[in-house]
């Protein structure tokens, strides 16, 4: 059974720092996603990788994928408040088609 | 504009009454799926539907049925709801494993 695991589960981080979220899944996946969900609403799509060594960018958000560790990393450079949000990876097999296996999240809330 | 559409987006209701959540996509998406938001969990799949008139469970299918009657609709049922139910769901579509994944607002249902 795959499973996925986000640690941690709360991230307080101040603003200017640089901090790294986690992302562990048990088994050989396809894709590698990264979404952001601010309160009360829909998931946001931040990053979907695909391959081993894949890394993207956007802003002050960096993604990479570890195939063989089963490891990605969410790294965030130099915080700002507009960060906070709750943060959720995923990962899917082409064999079992478009499911997505969810990690739990985690909530990251950035102080001045 | 290419969307996801829920309804209702919020609905308070009673243990045993049925009740029915719609789901509505314009970008002629063959693979739609139904989710549940737990705090701690992520997200986790109830059912999902390959094209019209084809369906099967996801990971957390009891206490649910599903129909896909037309391709643009995928409809979640809760035909006796209960406490447990209370959740955050989102429903999905996309092409047949594309890696691009659209979802919904969201429907916050409470089950007193």
């Known amino acids: 059974e795959l499973k996925v695991e986000q640690n941690p589960l709360f991230l307080s981080m101040q603003e200017g720092k640089n901090y790294t979220i986690y992302c562990n899944y048990s088994?050989?996946?396809?894709?590698l996603y990264w979404y952001r969900q601010d309160p009360g609403k829909s998931l946001e799509s931040l990053f979907v990788?695909?391959?081993?060594?894949a890394v993207k960018q956007e802003g002050r958000l960096m993604a990479s994928l570890d195939t063989k560790a089963r490891l990605s990393t969410l790294h965030i450079t130099a915080a700002v408040h507009d960060l906070s949000a709750t943060y959720f990876c995923?990962?899917?097999?082409?064999?079992?088609?478009?499911?997505?296996?969810f990690g739990g999240g985690t909530r990251v809330l950035v102080k001045p | 504009e290419a969307q996801v559409t829920q309804n209702p987006r919020y609905l308070i209701t009673v243990t045993g009454k049925k009740l029915t959540v719609t789901c509505s996509q314009n970008?002629?998406?063959?693979?739609m799926s139904w989710y549940r938001q737990d705090p701690g969990l992520g997200l986790r799949q109830i059912y999902y539907?390959?094209?019209?008139?084809?369906?099967d469970k996801g990971d957390v299918p009891e206490g649910y049925k599903v129909s896909r009657k037309e391709k643009r609709n995928f409809p979640l049922i809760l035909e006796s709801p209960s406490p447990n139910q209370t959740s955050l769901y989102f429903c999905?579509?996309?092409?047949?494993?594309?890696?691009?994944?659209?979802f919904g607002p969201g429907t916050r249902l409470t089950v007193t």
């Open positions: 999905a579509s996309s092409f047949w494993n594309s890696y691009e994944q659209y």
């Open positions: 088994t050989t996946s396809d894709r």
């Open positions: 990788l695909l391959s081993n060594g």
């Open positions: 995923a990962v899917d097999k082409k064999a079992a088609g478009n499911k997505l296996t």
């Open positions: 970008m002629n998406h063959e693979y």
């Open positions: 539907s390959m094209n019209v008139e084809v369906t």
